[in-house]
């Protein structure tokens, strides 16, 4: 994971990669650093923590070549040592990946590391490999590598230019007016490039700014030749490819940078993502009525897959294309992708992601794909690796998510999922018409009492039957990342097999019921709980669910179809509350970022 930014030009670039950081910061902040380089030497400055301690460093600086870097901790805790850039002798890295054979390669060093990190690995591998051509020696350094990264090297003996590389991370080039930035994604870039280029799979590229003699004929001509991305080398056996190729021509989708709190009107990101569900359903309905899809009815067998949040949204999708008698397996990615999987012939692979950078979740699309299998991805970024990967791709308009914990795209990515359950069998699609007025009321729920009553709790059972599961597992999901409560979602029905043997007085047991079908089993379970001395909250539209709860939450009456896009809402607002109760941070919970993009 962790974000990448670098730019070498004619301005001073400490600024721009203080922003760029900023804009990346969601993709981890544990420690953050940048370096600049002149003929003079390497500055550079890292330091665990926010972006935010680097500012001052970063803004002095005067020099016109430099790389920074916004950590999530693979290898090594966060610390000032192991921070990035790393630094040795005449060079300095930012990495994003993981190198695997890191132990080996260490062991061949003529001087130990000081960092316990795989990136400092590679950059002294890189050193031992210069002959005087940087490309060449991050070349011959990779060649002895395996596993996954998007590089950007600077070295003092060349100031004026940056060689960056990546094998599966993501890795975008920009060219600007007064200079060429390299990032980890192009939020990094908005309003600083007018053109980008995608650098392919398994390649390196040489950003180099123009000589001072030549610089405005060049600036000129834009990109091509010593102004601009000069040299593309294919590694490890790939064919070489040339840079100057295309350029994209339209900027795709660009993310503000995350403007201050105070600037809301909220106190945390999350909250005011939670309150733009609304517009967010809305335009995704929209969205979704201008999909243009295979013919599905024909697949016989649907694999849906995702991380985190995103794979709770199958597990809905799961229960809906069942009950429409549609052969489906879910999986998380990270287990279907290792699982050996052969997918039977006529398979669709469904993948659903909000960023389409989670490398698990690109690994199961490529699975799928080397077995000739269809791939469909739903995401909210249409610009994402997973877009240009699959096949077919629903987007949702969820607009920028920013706070760790999603909230806004869960919404959306069930209703995708149920638009395309329903094309998956020829049915008529769901009517969202009345969502965003029903999302507006959810959003109104009142859950100050079940705040309350979790507060200073030390463990939950979050239970549901169906969907109302597979909600139970994303409100389980916030609670746990982002208020470090244990919570376990969990299918009702099955708490009596073992589990039930957690509850004693005053354990919370929250219960998700908007099922009509599921109303009997569910009292019976939340019954059986509370005569063990459970504390019960029920969130529900029927008042005969509600009757069973010490603390009520009631939702909205919608058609029961609709009724899970609506009941995770209360339950992003209890996480998000009781997180702030217990004066946490919501927008950055410990351990933990947006984008995993490592596996
Ligand atoms: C990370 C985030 C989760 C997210 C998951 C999948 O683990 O912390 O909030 O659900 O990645 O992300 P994606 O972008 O693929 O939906």
């Not at 600083?192 to 000129?220: G, K, T, W």
Request: aromatic fraction near 6%.
């Amino acid at each position: 994971m962790c974000g990448i930014v670098g730019y070498t030009g004619k301005s001073p670039c400490g600024g721009f990669l203080y922003e760029g950081l900023k804009r990346l910061e969601y993709r981890g902040y544990d420690s953050a650093g940048a370096a600049f380089c002149t003929t003079e030497g390497i500055f550079c400055q890292k330091k665990r923590g926010k972006v935010q301690n680097v500012r001052s460093f970063c803004l002095r600086r005067r020099e016109t070549t430099g790389i920074a870097h916004t950590r999530w901790a693979t290898h090594g805790k966060p610390n000032d040592l192991n921070a990035h850039p790393h630094v040795f002798g005449h060079f300095a890295l930012v990495h994003n990946g993981i190198v695997e054979n890191a132990e080996a390669l260490r062991s061949q060093l003529l001087t130990p590391c000081r960092s316990e990190t795989d990136s400092e690995v590679l950059l002294h591998t890189i050193a031992a490999c210069y002959e005087g051509d940087l490309l060449q020696a991050v070349r011959n350094a990779l060649t002895q590598c395996s596993g996954s990264w998007a590089i950007a090297v600077i070295s003092d003996y060349h100031p004026e230019e940056i060689v960056c590389a990546r094998r599966q991370s993501p890795l975008v080039v920009g060219k600007g007016k007064n200079g060429i930035f390299v990032a980890s994604d192009v939020y990094a870039l908005h309003g600083l490039c007018e053109q980008i280029f995608l650098p392919p799979e398994d390649s390196l590229v040489r950003l180099r700014r123009p000589a001072a003699e030549r610089e405005e004929a060049e600036r000129i001509e834009g990109i091509a030749g010593d102004t601009g991305v000069t040299g593309g080398a294919g590694i490890a056996g790939v064919e070489a490819f040339d840079m100057q190729l295309s350029p994209l021509p339209v900027l795709p989708q660009a993310m503000p940078p995350m403007p201050p709190i105070q600037s809301i009107g909220h106190r945390t990101h999350m909250e005011a993502e939670i309150e733009e569900i609304p517009r967010a359903v809305s335009d995704t309905a929209r969205s979704l009525a201008q999909a243009n899809l295979p013919d599905l009815p024909k697949v016989q067998a649907v694999f849906a897959t995702g991380c985190g949040t995103a794979f709770h949204a199958c597990v809905a999708f799961r229960y809906r294309m069942q009950r429409y008698g549609k052969p489906i397996i879910a999986e998380q990615a990270g287990e279907l992708r290792s699982g050996c999987v052969r997918f039977p012939k006529n398979s669709l692979l469904v993948a659903v992601t909000q960023s389409g950078e989670t490398a698990d979740t690109l690994a199961a699309i490529r699975l799928a794909k080397s077995q000739n299998v269809q791939t469909l991805v739903i995401t909210n970024v249409r610009h994402s690796s997973a877009a240009r990967e699959a096949d077919f791709a629903l987007f949702t308009e969820a607009g920028t998510e920013t706070a760790v914990a999603a909230t806004k795209s869960f919404n959306c990515q069930l209703m995708a999922l149920y638009f395309l359950a329903a094309k998956c069998v020829g049915r008529p699609v769901p009517d969202f018409t009345d969502l965003p007025s029903l999302c507006e009321a959810a959003v109104e729920a009142d859950v100050t009492q079940a705040v309350k009553k979790l507060y200073k709790k030390r463990g939950m059972f979050c239970l549901g039957q169906n969907a109302d599961y597979a909600i139970a597992r994303e409100g389980a999901l916030k609670i746990k990342e982002i208020c470090y409560l244990f919570s376990e979602g969990y299918p009702a029905a099955e708490l009596k097999h073992g589990s039930l043997s957690l509850i004693e007085s005053g354990f919370p047991v929250l219960a998700i019921v908007t099922q009509k079908s599921a109303l009997k089993k569910m009292k019976n379970t939340l019954r059986e709980a509370k005569s063990r001395g459970a504390t019960t909250l029920v969130l529900s539209q029927y008042r005969e669910a509600l009757a069973e709860a010490d603390v009520p939450v009631l939702l909205p009456m919608a058609e029961e179809d609709l009724m899970p896009i609506l009941a995770v809402i209360p339950l992003q607002k209890i996480a998000v509350e009781l997180c702030l109760k217990k004066k946490l941070s919501p927008d950055y919970p410990r351990n933990l970022a947006k984008s995993v993009t490592v596996e």
